[in-house]
């Protein structure tokens, strides 16, 4: 069982940054793929980023490659979104993602646990 809470998010200018924290319990972390994902209102859920159990590897939907960066720190159970640049078209409700297939977090939303969300909200 993997229990998932969010953090960071906030009111930000365009332009600003802002960096998302993922505090995760369980002592099997590090077996897992971690994703962020993110709903805008009247939009469905969608990808944004996710990493491989050992950070080796990272994946970016197109809307953030350049902008956004995601990495882990598996000694303190947590997973960042450190987002660049952004956009008023970012504001979302972010949320943070695991499962043991890094394949079922970047191609479905049928990852095994999901956070409660951070809301990230960019003025024009």
């Known amino acids: 069982q993997v229990q998932l809470v969010e953090s960071g998010g906030g009111l930000v200018q365009a332009g600003g940054s802002l960096r998302l924290s993922c505090a995760a319990s369980g002592r099997t972390f590090s077996s897992y793929a971690m994703g962020w994902f993110r709903q805008a209102p009247g939009k469905e859920r969608e990808f944004v980023a996710a990493?491989?159990?050992?950070?080796?590897?990272?994946y970016y939907a197109d809307s953030v490659k350049g902008r956004f960066t995601i990495s882990r720190d598996n000694a303190k159970n947590t997973v960042y979104l450190q987002m660049n640049s952004l956009k008023p078209e970012d504001t979302a409700v972010y949320y943070c993602?695991?499962?043991?297939?890094?394949?079922?977090?970047?191609?479905?939303?049928?990852?095994?646990?999901w956070g409660q969300g951070t809301q990230v909200t960019v003025s024009s």
């Open positions: 990493i491989s159990w050992s950070g080796g590897n990272t």
């Open positions: 993602a695991a499962d043991m297939g890094i394949v079922v977090v970047t191609t479905t939303l049928e990852s095994d646990y």
